[in-house]
């Protein structure tokens, strides 16, 4: 009798943990900048809703800071876009979003850019801290002195090893979660050092082509180690004790984020580069390692790309590395306008494998779109929760 008992209750657990991976979320990237203007008006913010509601979506993930502008309520960044809408419209853009949204069931997730500033060189970051918060190269060459054609990601980059920059990120990130307490958590995208392509596997072997040696980093990291990252020589074991430092600047940051959103009752997730092991060697964001610690509630791989057998892979990777927290599956809609098959193969592929969640990037892509909102739309509603 005991031994039917424990088969039917493992059959049954087998039963609850197949029911739970069968209804994924379904969520939306909604930029603030694009070709649709999405964030511009309380009429396309309707339109964007609706289409939401009509491809199923349950979770949005609102853009609100890129480039060191905002567009919420904002003291620390540029906020002149949040300034014009309710100029325009006499409505606090945020509240209009979320009062819409959960009328109609729906998440709202805070995204937010983290260290990639585009190419802002008049952010007011920079003007209240100066440019030795930007990031440098293995040659001491500051990100300001590259080319535009150079620059990783488009863009330039703040340090992630600076404390000032720590900080000031932290406070910019807990006034949008103070200010906007309905929202339902924080999304953090580049929340990484930037890095080449081709990419290195850490120091050793980048030959002072890696990113992340700034002014401050640097300083605490020759105060703790006696070490030099310019001048140390390359042994294995010094180019491990640098990398890990610049890795632990990222996790102490995400670290830190964690607990001003557990102070109040939010989750925290992250948009990860969907290569784990290019993510951990070359840009230093470890977040299979921030899953594992619990510090994040759920990560989105940026599984962006056409090949569908390629994107199974990827997603197979991320999945079996989520343990007991949650992992969905971004996917890049922008590349398959062509290819509305290729995107309904992905959707299925990742379902199939488990994922907890999956992430159409983005809105702009699919708005004008109907092959695409058609595939969503009937992908979404036969796997919804």
């Not at 739970?20 to 511009?40: I, N, R």
């Not at 006034?175 to 929340?191: I, R, S, T, W």
Request: net charge neutral; aromatic share 14%.
């Amino acid at each position: 009798m005991k031994y039917l008992f424990g088969v039917f209750y493992s059959l049954l657990c087998i039963f609850y943990a197949v029911l739970l991976h069968a209804a994924p979320s379904m969520g939306l990237w909604v930029e603030c900048q694009g070709s649709e203007a999405t964030l511009d008006s309380k009429k396309a913010i309707d339109e964007m809703l609706e289409d939401a509601v009509q491809m199923h979506i349950d979770t949005l993930f609102i853009q609100l800071h890129r480039g060191n502008r905002a567009w919420f309520d904002s003291s620390l960044a540029d906020s002149t876009p949040y300034k014009a809408f309710f100029e325009k419209e006499k409505t606090d853009l945020v509240t209009y979003i979320l009062n819409n949204a959960k009328q109609r069931g729906m998440q709202v997730h805070l995204w937010v850019n983290t260290f990639r500033l585009l190419k802002n060189k008049d952010a007011k970051i920079i003007q209240e801290f100066g440019t030795k918060i930007i990031t440098r190269d293995g040659k001491k060459r500051l990100m300001l002195d590259y080319p535009n054609e150079d620059l990783p990601d488009g863009g330039y980059w703040l340090d992630a090893g600076d404390i000032q920059v720590q900080e000031y990120l932290r406070n910019l990130f807990l006034e949008a979660l103070e200010k906007y307490p309905q929202c339902d958590g924080l999304h953090l995208d580049f929340v990484r050092y930037p890095y080449r392509v081709p990419f290195y596997p850490g120091s050793q072997w980048a030959a002072g082509h890696g990113f992340g040696y700034g002014v401050d980093s640097v300083n605490r990291f020759k105060k703790k180690t006696g070490l030099d990252p310019f001048t140390m020589e390359l042994t294995r074991e010094n180019a491990e004790l640098w990398d890990n430092w610049r890795r632990d600047q990222v996790t102490q940051f995400v670290r830190s984020i964690n607990t001003l959103c557990k102070e109040r009752g939010k989750m925290l997730s992250v948009a990860g580069i969907c290569w784990a092991d290019r993510a951990y060697l070359s840009a230093f964001q470890d977040w299979r390692g921030w899953l594992e610690e619990g510090i994040v509630d759920f990560v989105a791989t940026m599984n962006y790309g056409t090949d569908q057998k390629f994107a199974r892979y990827l997603s197979r990777e991320a999945i079996v590395s989520r343990g007991e927290k949650r992992v969905f599956v971004g996917l890049g809609a922008y590349l398959l306008k062509e290819k509305p098959d290729v995107l309904a193969g992905q959707i299925d592929d990742a379902v199939r494998l488990g994922a907890d969640g999956l992430i159409i990037f983005s809105y702009d892509a699919v708005k004008k779109s109907p092959a695409l909102k058609n595939v969503i739309k009937d992908r979404f509603n036969r796997y919804k929760q």
